[in-house]
């Protein structure tokens, strides 16, 4: 603006100059009122300069003259109007300079001066800023208006999309931090400057591009599995040949709760990750996602660049209402390629587990009867695991997950006989306890009255045949049996009693 009133101020000097050097001579001219200016503005629907102003209150007027500030701050001439004419609409300014003036020029060929006449629509620059994820609007003031400008509306929004009114800030303002935007999208922007008149201006469309660093081309928790009771193993893969290399492990316990950060790990160079956590896996699951992220030079925060799928530690219990074991578990969510379903695993007291059963991905609760194990020779505990298996993927791959291990404690039972038939070939042919679980230790010994032992055993699958020590069977007589365990509980337990030797009459 400086130099434009420089322009006007040398020029209103050197017709001064004239006007005195003519003045012995002939009176000085009479300037003819010039046409104010109304406003300079863009049309967004075909990006012409509209310059509209009022008609000069001199009525010899011949032309309206119109023109452009330069690059170089110099004013141009474009065009001539006839005095009818009160607007123009500039197709080929390239909407770089947007400062117009217009003139009045009378019959005799006098021109108004600029003076004040002179109006520069808002210019615009945008900028994507990185650190904060905010595209930075920024503009010059409407000149032209001074004191008579309400205020500038900020209108953007993607591109191709309908644009809106972002905010509606003060004259003294000139900048909007646009937060929020999209990565890799192209967002337009334009300023309103409204007049306290009512009337406004537009400034050109201007566009930015959000780009963020490219995210890696693929990033998914393979599996969450529990190692035992009181760690779970989550192991994720990622594409770690482009910028972003960095990545952040959250979870939570659910989904209305935030997400916290449990590991980090920088500028990683294996594409497989495998990170443990420690809680009571038997009475918690955790939601876990992992985030790429970025940390620009210069910014106090990294950037989240992409997520991960969701992975959960299945939390499995049980009910029991003999003879029906019920299982109830949380699902798993989720694998990349899909869930395929889960499979039951069963131990009877050997720490190995077998498959007893598979079911869809939609079931989450499975029942058994443990009638058949009760009646047979049990450990008292039966352990149960549920396994999440993922559909096949990376060439047949299935991943995976693991839930914690449940026991269901089966009541334990001992029944002794208080005879039984040496020889014969009835199921009272042999004297032992009946168990339904299997002790950890087993004592059996059998007495006669004198205290002479007659049998031993420490396999509780052995019982005593009537023999005296192996070899020829016993007499008919009352016998005392010793019988000491632990249990799988640990409880060290002892029985004392007597068992009767009869033999058939025939």
Not at 195 to 216: K, R, W
Not at 330 to 345: D, V
Request: proline letters at 5%; a negative charge.
């Amino acid at each position: 603006m400086s130099r434009i009133r420089t322009y006007l101020k040398n020029k209103g000097k050197a017709i001064l100059l004239v006007g005195l050097i003519l003045l012995p001579f002939r009176v000085q001219a009479q300037l003819p009122d010039i046409p104010d200016l109304i406003r300079v503005t863009v049309d967004h629907s075909d990006n012409g300069v509209l310059i509209q102003w009022n008609p000069s209150t001199d009525t010899d007027i011949r032309f309206y003259q119109l023109y452009k500030m330069d690059a170089n701050g110099d004013f141009i001439f474009l065009f001539a109007f006839m005095p009818s004419t009160l607007e123009y609409k500039h197709m080929t300014s390239g909407l770089e300079n947007l400062a117009y003036a217009v003139t009045a020029l009378d019959s005799a060929g006098n021109e108004s001066i600029f003076s004040q006449n002179v109006h520069r629509a808002v210019a615009t620059t945008l900028e994507f800023d990185l650190c904060t994820e905010a595209n930075i609007v920024q503009w010059s003031a409407y000149e032209g208006w001074e004191g008579d400008i309400s205020g500038y509306r900020v209108v953007g929004g993607i591109s191709g999309s309908p644009l809106q009114e972002l905010t509606f800030v003060p004259a003294s303002t000139s900048s909007y931090s646009h937060a929020g935007v999209e990565a890799n999208t192209d967002y337009i922007y334009y300023i309103e400057t409204v007049n306290i008149n009512g009337s406004s201006s537009f400034s050109p469309l201007d566009t930015v591009s959000v780009i963020y660093p490219e995210a890696p081309s693929y990033l998914t928790i393979d599996h969450v599995s529990v190692l035992d009771e009181a760690s779970v193993e989550i192991q994720y893969s990622a594409d770690i040949t482009e910028q972003v290399n960095s990545f952040r492990l959250l979870r939570r316990s659910n989904t209305d709760s935030p997400f916290t950060e449990v590991d980090m790990r920088w500028n990683v160079t294996e594409s497989t990750q495998v990170v443990q956590d420690q809680f009571l896996t038997d009475s918690y699951s955790y939601q876990y996602l992992v985030e790429s992220v970025f940390q620009p030079e210069g910014c106090g925060s990294s950037l989240v660049i992409s997520q991960s799928n969701h992975g959960n530690n299945i939390l499995l219990v049980n009910e029991i209402n003999n003879p029906i074991v019920t299982l109830n578990w949380t699902p798993y969510e989720s694998y990349e390629p899909g869930l395929a379903g889960y499979t039951i695993q069963r131990s009877e007291g050997n720490d190995v587990f077998v498959d007893i059963a598979t079911v869809g991905p939609l079931t989450t609760q499975w029942l058994e009867s443990i009638q058949a194990l009760i009646n047979g020779f049990q450990p008292g505990e039966l352990k149960y695991k549920v396994i999440a298996l993922s559909n096949p993927h990376n060439g047949g791959t299935e991943e995976q997950s693991i839930s914690n291990v449940t026991t269901v404690v089966v009541e334990t039972n001992m029944q002794v006989p208080s005879a039984f038939t040496p020889g014969s070939n009835d199921i009272n042919s042999e004297f032992k306890p009946l168990m339904d679980f299997a002790p950890r230790e087993y004592v059996m010994i059998v007495v006669d009255r004198g205290g002479r032992k007659m049998f031993e055993t420490s396999d509780p699958n052995e019982g005593w045949d009537g023999r005296f020590q192996g070899g020829s069977f016993v007499n008919e007589a009352v016998y005392v049996y010793y019988i000491e365990y632990t249990d799988y509980t640990g409880l060290f337990k002892n029985f004392t009693g007597n068992v009767t030797v009869l033999y058939p009459l025939f």
